[in-house]
T-cell receptor, first 115, second 114 residues
Framework: AQTVTQSQPEMSVQEAETVTLSCTYD???????LFWYKQPPSRQMILVIR??????QNATENRFSVNFQKAAKSFSLKISDSQLGDAAMYFC????????????FGQGTTLQVKP | DSGVTQTPKHLITATGQRVTLRCSPR?????VYWYQQSLDQGLQFLIQ???????AKGNILERFSAQQFPDLHSELNLSSLELGDSALYFC?????????????FGNGTRLTVT
């Protein structure tokens, strides 16, 4: 069964600085998708960024980028120029290409942004 | 706004009772997923429907059941409620399965069992 592990329960970063959140996953599949979701205090689940496993190029969305290492099964999220509004819990998620397409989530990393 | 609507937003009920949570997916989305998030925990997959048919089950208790109706809205029924069932229940929808189309989440229903 696929699993997703986020080894950092909590992280903190100074406003305007850069922080990297770690995620590793375990799968025997070769084709899959990876996502980062943000959950602010409002508890909404907001898509931050997605990555297709067949693409070697790392995805980027404005200040958010990923470092996707397929062989190492690693998918880290880098947040540049951190803002107070980035404070939230971040979930890494794996989606396979089976006929369910369900997301498997990690346990989450709580990010604190210090002014 | 994700386009996924969940009602009610909050629900407070007593142990032993039965409740129904409702979800309307985004327009055009055929797949509906239900997740449970207990306090300070990750999201646990419960069950998935695609175009009215059950497609996958996760760690869903026998006291819980769900269905997806012809108009594609879905309901999650929780019965014989226990204190431990208190959680945030999310519904998510997507256009299809097995693609990079993300799951779009509703705002959740917060269930409190007293």
């Amino acid at each position: 069964a696929q699993t997703v592990t986020q080894s950092q329960p909590e992280m903190s970063v100074q406003e305007a600085e850069t922080v990297t959140l770690s995620c590793t996953y375990d799968t025997s599949e070769s084709d899959y998708y990876l996502f980062w979701y943000k959950q602010p205090p409002s508890r909404q689940m907001i898509l931050v960024i997605r990555q297709e496993a067949y693409k070697q190029q790392n995805a980027t969305e404005n200040r958010f980028s990923v470092n996707f290492q397929k062989a190492a099964k690693s998918f880290s999220l880098k947040i540049s120029d951190s803002q107070l509004g980035d404070a939230a819990m971040y979930f890494c998620a794996y989606r396979d290409t089976s006929n369910t397409g369900k997301l498997i989530f990690g346990q989450g990393t709580t990010l604190q942004v210090k002014p | 706004d994700s386009g996924v609507t969940q009602t009610p937003k909050h629900l407070i009920t007593a142990t032993g009772q039965r409740v129904t949570l409702r979800c309307s997916p985004r327009s055009g989305d055929l797949s509906v997923y239900w997740y449970q998030q207990s306090l300070d925990q990750g999201l646990q997959f419960l069950i998935q429907y695609y175009n009215g048919e059950e497609r996958a089950k996760g760690n869903i208790l026998e006291r819980f059941s769900a269905q997806q109706f012809p108009d594609l809205h879905s309901e999650l029924n929780l019965s014989s409620l226990e204190l431990g069932d208190s959680a945030l229940y999310f519904c998510a929808s997507s256009v299809s399965q097995g693609t990079n189309s993300p799951l779009h989440f509703g705002n959740g229903t917060r269930l409190t069992v007293t």
